[in-house]
């Protein structure tokens, strides 16, 4: 379940990633406001791999049920593109994180909560934060 999305994003493998999804799959990646599509999220993960073209997830833990699974995962990277308007720092992220995934009957991934500390990102990148009004 939780661990194969995170193989197959290891991979940056955004078609593969896109397949474990519904199509109407409600995702939401902290500290965002509004929950994305699964279109939305692979775009993000696409800049995402931009920004750290060497991102990796490590699985610390995994606990779940008959449709849900939560992992603790540590997330490293080096910063060798553009990330959030921002020219390369060239700095690492190192920083654990959290996911909190619901299948449906299919296996599919209906729900998808990543929980990342993005102020933790920035800190280590040593970009200043932009206030959201």
Same mark, same amino acid.
């Given at each position: 379940g939780s661990e194969m999305c995170i193989r197959d994003r290891n991979k940056h493998d955004l078609r593969s990633l896109g397949?474990?999804?519904? =199509?109407?799959?409600?995702?939401?990646?902290?500290?965002l406001l509004e929950p994305v599509g699964r279109v939305e999220y692979l775009g993000w993960q696409e800049l995402f791999f931009e920004a750290f073209p060497d991102a990796s997830i490590s699985v610390i833990d995994t606990f779940g049920g008959n449709d849900w699974a939560v992992?603790?995962?540590h997330l490293k990277g080096t910063n060798s593109g553009p990330y959030i308007n921002n020219i390369s720092t060239g700095k690492t992220i190192d920083l654990k994180a959290g996911y909190l995934v619901r299948? =449906?009957?299919s296996g599919t991934i209906s729900s998808?909560?990543?929980?990342?500390?993005?102020?933790?990102?920035?800190?280590?990148?040593e970009?200043?934060?932009?206030?959201?009004n």
């Open positions: 397949e474990m999804f519904d =199509n109407d799959a409600e995702i939401l990646v902290s500290p992992s603790e995962i299948f =449906n009957e998808l909560k990543f929980f990342i500390d993005s102020s933790t990102i920035l800190k280590q990148l970009i200043e934060p932009v206030a959201i």
